[in-house]
């Protein structure tokens, strides 16, 4: 076999390797992103039910309620779809997209969870309307979501996002990260990693940026989603 060839093979067995990676964070990460929301639905419909069995609901708030509900689980269809293009390398759903719009839209929807897991504090810090990246908006507000979640259920009361030019920071209080990485295979909540880390890492590079986190010198955890210099 000639030098051409053997280089042809290894570069299609690289390709299938990480096509096959990357299916492997999707199926698993959609196990550990849909837990959350499908946790909550379960908790929400358990209490309409036993609200309409015990008064009369307005009809007014049951609409609201149900129409709450069922844009919780829009939501999670979607996310299917889009992890599984994701793992197909299907890019049909990048365009362009503000970094504020996603800071404000993962902290919309983390704020109820961070009230119930830990009565954390989310605030929204600097913006910059001018930094746009090219990504999936779901899938990023997802990967920005994990995080968030991740630092409140790692111990975190008050968690701020940051937007500038290069991308989007997250600063908390928690426990930090205590020198480990996502690529170094740790999954304790203590350190708020794992596969939700690992497909944050996949889908900011996916959208041409790279992921960093650490401690910070005050105490803390830092994590960056950089797109930029």
Do not use: W
């Amino acid at each position: 076999m000639g030098l051409a060839q053997r280089t042809a093979r290894g570069y299609h067995r690289g390709v299938q390797d990480q096509r096959i990676i990357r299916m492997g964070l999707a199926g698993l990460g959609l196990a550990h992103e849909l837990n959350s929301p499908l946790t909550a639905t379960a908790l929400a419909l358990e209490l309409l039910i036993e609200r309409i069995g015990a008064e009369a609901v307005p009809p007014a708030e049951l609409t609201a309620e149900l129409g709450r509900i069922l844009a919780n689980v829009q939501r999670m269809t979607a996310l299917v779809r889009h992890l599984r293009a994701f793992a197909r390398g299907d890019r049909s759903a990048v365009g362009p997209v503000a970094l504020d719009t996603v800071a404000d839209a993962a902290l919309r929807l983390a704020r109820p969870a961070a009230e119930v897991l830990g009565e954390a504090t989310l605030e929204r810090g600097d913006a910059d309307p001018a930094a746009i990246v090219q990504a999936d908006p779901l899938l990023l507000e997802q990967a920005l979501l994990c995080v968030l979640v991740n630092a409140v259920e790692a111990g975190a009361s008050a968690v701020r996002v940051d937007v500038h030019a290069a991308g989007i920071e997250v600063l908390d209080d928690g426990p930090g990260f205590q020198g480990h990485t996502p690529a170094a295979g740790h999954s304790t909540k203590a350190t708020g990693l794992g596969i939700g880390l690992s497909l944050v890492r996949a889908i900011t590079e996916d959208a041409g940026g790279r992921l960093e986190v650490g401690d910070r010198p005050t105490g803390g955890g830092s994590t960056r989603l950089i797109f930029g210099a």
